[in-house]
Nanobody, 114 residues
Framework: QVQLVESGGGLVQTGGSLRLSCAAS????????MAWYRQAPGKQREFVAR???????TYADSVKGRFTISRDNAKNMVYLQMSSLEPEDTGVYYC????????WGQGTQVTVSS
């Protein structure tokens, strides 16, 4: 069983920054790719960023150059550093992984005020 717990969300003004954290349980964390998704009110959940076990990363076009995903395998942690935030970044941010099954965290709210 894998458990994911997000933290670090909050209210920030346009142009501000936030750092989200995801604490993962499970000894196979280091071999798994990890991702962040988000869901804005009234919209479908969408991909934000992914980091593979080797450290390579991919990003949604909408966040490239503004967001950075990273991981600390020793601590079983994944991070999402968000900068130059825009109101369109508002939503609930979820940590995700697939290890024989899909696992989602409970989400953390990010609100960017204009």
């Amino acid at each position: 069983q894998v458990q994911l717990v997000e933290s670090g969300g909050g209210l920030v003004q346009t142009g501000g920054s936030l750092r989200l954290s995801c604490a993962a349980s499970g000894s196979i964390f280091s071999g798994a790719s990890m991702a962040w998704y988000r869901q804005a009110p009234g919209k479908q959940r969408e991909f934000v960023a992914r980091i593979f076990s080797g450290g390579s990363t991919t990003y949604a076009d909408s966040v490239k150059g503004r967001f950075t995903i990273s991981r600390d395998n020793a601590k079983n942690m994944v991070y999402l550093q968000m900068s130059s935030l825009e109101p369109e970044d508002t939503g609930v941010y979820y940590c995700y992984t697939f290890i024989f099954a899909a696992y989602w965290g409970q989400g953390t709210q990010v609100t960017v005020s204009s």
